[in-house]
Structures are given as structure tokens and as C-alpha cells.
């Protein structure tokens, strides 16, 4: 209520029409979505990295532009952190001496596994920044199972059954499952479901029937976005449950090894990591 108040305000007194949040609270997604359906604000843009880590950035731009760079262009994605060569994995896959193979088409593979309810962790290229794995380090699985969210709670990631996931659908069908989605590009502004659509993916719904999307253009990320569409090509419905690639407290995982070894922590049925593949019996 504060926030949507504050919002209001800068909109009926002073004009504002696009409005742009940084902080710890602009975590909250409820909260991001309200202030965008309530304020009557245009547009609302949430820093993917809102938290005390996130003003690194700021600093960073107040300088640059000091120097005379331009900070104007639009953060189109996150995926600034490292990344890891095909040769740099299998040299750690041989080190750890573990059981993989090779495979040509990582996103083809992995939708295969989420048709058939397998959970699978995703690393693919650079790392993302901010707390929201988006198609980088992820932990995936299809939503269309409505048992999928306990099991991903219960065996993956070791927290309470009520917490939610967050689904990351190509841009192309937002419009058809949600009402309002708005940019969505960070999982970091809620919106609600379409009542026709919700029993179609029920592992991604929150009790107030709404989502918390990532809405995966073509062009940012597209072995992602394949991984999706191959998905919707097998269930109907492209889009998929995801979450961080890490168990509860913690953080999300960065190399190779680090994938590997939470791989075998947990209830997880298959890793695919660059080219590779690792499956438990």
C-alpha cells in the first residue's frame, strides 16, 4: 500500500510517467506489480539486481558517465558473469571422474527430459547477476505436471511446499497467458494468469493466481528460448517451471564443478552442461 501510494503520488503530481525501482524491496514482485497495474504509471522498470550487491552498478554508471560514456542504451539481459568453454567442462566432467556424454543438441535433449517429468539443472553460457536464474544456472521442469512443484521443493531444493516458481516463457506467447505482462524480462514484476490458462500449467501459479514471468526473446538467448519452444512443441505449452540452480542457502552456482557437485546433492534426474550430459540411474 506505502509503495502504490508513493507511486500515485509521483504520477498525479508530478507527471511521472515511467517509473524505475532499485533496493531490497524492489524484490518484492507483488509489490513491483501492484505499483505497475495501480499507480497508473506507463511503464515500470525493477533493477535485476535490487539488493545491497546491486549498487555496485550504480556507482559504476555515476562514473561512467563522468568520463563521458553513454549509460542510455536498455539492459536487454543479465548475462555478464562467467562462462565456460565445451573443453574447460569436460576437463572438469574427467577430473571428477563422473559418467557423461556428449550430446549435439543440448535444448532439444533437455525439453525431451521435461516431457517425460524429469527435473534437470541447465548451465549454459555466461552466468546471470542478480538473485533470478534466467536460462543461465537454472534447475528446470515442465509445469504442466501439477505434482512437479512439490517434488522440485521436497527432493531439489529443500524448502517449504508453499514456496512458488517462476515460469519462463518465450515472448511470443505472453500475451496469450498473462494479463499485463509488461516488459518481463527479469522474473521480477508479477502479474496475474489467464483464468483459461492456468490448469494448463499449474506448477507455476501462485495461490493469488499469479506469476512472476520471464518473458525469453529470441535474439538475447537463444538456445533458451529453442530449449522453451522445443518444450511447447511436446506438451502444448511453451514454457517452463524454473528456479535457481542451488538448494536453499545456498548461493547460485557458478563453475562447472560447482554444477556438478550440486548435481549429486540432491533429487535431481540430469545435468546438461554446455555439450554434456549427466544422468543418475
Known sequence: ?????????????????????????????????????????????????????????????????????NIRNPLNHTYYGPEFSNAEIKSTLDMAKVDYEEVNDPAELAAGLLE????????????????????????????????????????????EDWRPFCPSMIKEVSEKYLVDPGDGKF????????????????????????VRPQLVSEHVNPLFHSLISNLGKKTGSPVVLNTSFNVRSEP??????EAVRCFYSNGLDALIVGNFLLKKK
Not at 504509471?41 to 556507482?59: N, R
Not at 547460485?252 to 564443478?257: A, G, R, S, V
Open 1 to 69: 500500500k506505502a509503495a502504490v501510494s508513493l507511486a500515485k503520488k509521483l504520477v498525479n503530481n508530478y507527471g511521472v510517467e515511467n517509473i524505475c525501482l532499485a533496493g531490497g524491496v524492489a524484490m518484492n514482485c507483488k509489490m513491483n506489480g501492484e505499483v505497475l497495474r495501480q499507480s497508473g504509471c506507463k511503464e515500470i522498470f525493477v533493477q535485476p539486481a535490487s539488493s545491497d550487491g546491486g549498487t555496485a552498478l550504480g556507482a559504476a554508471m555515476i562514473v561512467a558517465q563522468q568520463v563521458g560514456d
Open 116 to 159: 517425460e517429468g524429469k527435473m534437470v539443472s541447465w548451465f549454459q553460457g555466461r552466468m546471470e547477476f542478480g538473485a533470478r536464474a534466467l536460462g543461465g544456472r537454472s534447475i528446470l521442469a515442465s509445469p504442466v505436471f501439477p505434482e512437479i512443484k512439490l517434488k522440485v521443493n521436497k527432493e531439489v531444493k529443500y524448502r
Open 187 to 210: 522474473m521480477i514484476v508479477a502479474c496475474p494468469i489467464k483464468q483459461d490458462i492456468k490448469e494448463q500449467v499449474p506448477s507455476i501459479v501462485h495461490v493469488d493466481d499469479t
Open 252 to 257: 547460485i552456482i557458478c563453475t562447472p564443478l
